[in-house]
């Protein structure tokens, strides 16, 4: 007589993803994430979308669905940046979802194939011009050595065009002469991308006006606790670096 045989049957993928089944695509996504600012603005992305995919009636996920968020979106007036990002997010949980053999392929697919919001013209943007640039490092002062170090944080970010993350984490061994030339070099600044960025005279005069006084050598360059500060010294810390990692 055969044996009979009762293979286990693999599990057919959703097509409506219950809450748990979002928490653990959300969580593989920002698992594939390197930048802590990525991780923070896909969170958040997934976040509004699992919210709004769970205030529905046994919604399924499937391209639909996703152009119905995208017009929701687009109903709130939001800037075609965000809506994209959002959509992108989005994407990105689908993917996981099928990797994880949540969702079916086919489903994501098409998911992916709903397109973002079309941005037309360009933004002029706002920024400070020359004299406002002068009055704001003008406001930090340069005679006691706290206000060395506030001004010479204020020239980086302005002189140089560091963002507040890449300020944060800058070493002094960054700070390099090359060709005759100071320069930061090998900045690893958002998205993993590496960059060398020109330092501009004043702005090297502005860091040493700092660095040479506080006896800063090595190591983090904005993170030196102020000698003789007392009880205000780890505050004073705490505040530069949480003003520059924001």
């Not at 009055?135 to 204020?154: D, H, I, V």
Request: aromatic share 6%.
């Amino acid at each position: 007589m055969a044996k009979s045989s009762n293979p286990k049957r693999k599990k057919a993928p959703k097509t409506i993803l219950k809450l748990p089944d979002l928490e653990q695509s959300k969580s593989a996504v920002l698992n594939s994430l390197v930048s802590s600012s990525s991780q923070r603005s896909y969170d958040h992305a997934i976040r509004e979308f699992i919210e709004w995919y769970c205030s529905e009636p046994r919604l399924a996920f499937n391209k639909t669905v996703v152009t119905r968020y995208r017009i929701a979106l687009e109903q709130k007036h939001y800037a075609p940046s965000t809506i994209n990002l959002r959509l992108a997010a989005v994407r990105r949980l689908a993917y996981e979802a099928t990797d994880s053999g949540l969702l079916s392929p086919d489903l994501a697919a098409g998911i992916r194939r709903v397109k973002g919001v079309r941005r037309l013209g360009v933004k002029i943007g706002n920024w400070l011009t020359a004299e406002e640039g002068r009055r704001l490092l003008s406001g930090a002062g340069n005679a006691s050595l706290r206000e060395r170090r506030n001004y010479a944080m204020l020239a980086v970010l302005a002189g140089c065009g560091l963002r507040r993350a890449e300020a944060a984490a800058l070493k002094i061994e960054d700070l390099q002469l090359r060709e005759g030339h100071w320069v930061l070099a090998d900045l690893n600044g958002k998205g993993g991308h590496i960059r060398t960025v020109p330092v501009p005279d004043w702005v090297k005069t502005a860091i040493d006006q700092w660095a040479i006084p506080a006896s800063i050598t090595s190591g983090t360059l904005f993170s030196y606790c102020l000698s003789g500060a007392g009880a205000d010294c780890d505050q004073d810390e705490a505040w530069a670096r949480e003003y520059l990692q924001a």
